[in-house]
Nanobody, 123 residues
Framework: QVQLVESGGGLVQAGGSLRLSCAASKRTFSTYTIGWFRQAPGKEREFVAT????????YYADSVKGRFTISRDNAKNTVYLQMNSLKPEDTAVYYC????????????????WGQGTQVTVSS
């Protein structure tokens, strides 16, 4: 069992930046693929980005490519999502999730989830 805790959300103006963190409780965190997802009000949860256990492979949704960067520090059991050039349409609850699978982009492929952190981008 892996417990994940997101932090770093908040209110930011359009064009601004935020960095989200996903901290894990387990030392074997470094063996998991970690993904970020988001869910806006009235919409289904959607994939944002994922990073391999080593950090050597990343994959992004087209909607965030070039603006968001996922990274990880396994020594700190933490994955980050740097979000730049934020838009109002990025407003959502952001979740991190863990899986053994490689390059997983569907929420069905993830086994462990955090509680989420709210990101609100004002226009």
């Amino acid at each position: 069992q892996v417990q994940l805790v997101e932090s770093g959300g908040g209110l930011v103006q359009a064009g601004g930046s935020l960095r989200l963190s996903c901290a894990a409780s387990k030392r074997t965190f470094s063996t998991y693929t970690i993904g970020w997802f988001r869910q806006a009000p009235g919409k289904e949860r959607e994939f944002v980005a994922t990073i391999s256990w080593s950090g050597g492979s990343t994959y992004y949704a087209d909607s965030v490519k070039g603006r968001f960067t996922i990274s990880r520090d396994n020594a700190k059991n933490t994955v980050y999502l740097q979000m730049n050039s934020l838009k109002p349409e990025d407003t959502a609850v952001y979740y991190c999730a863990a899986t053994w699978r490689v390059r997983a982009a569907s929420e069905r492929e993830y086994d462990y989830w955090g509680q989420g952190t709210q990101v609100t981008v004002s226009s």
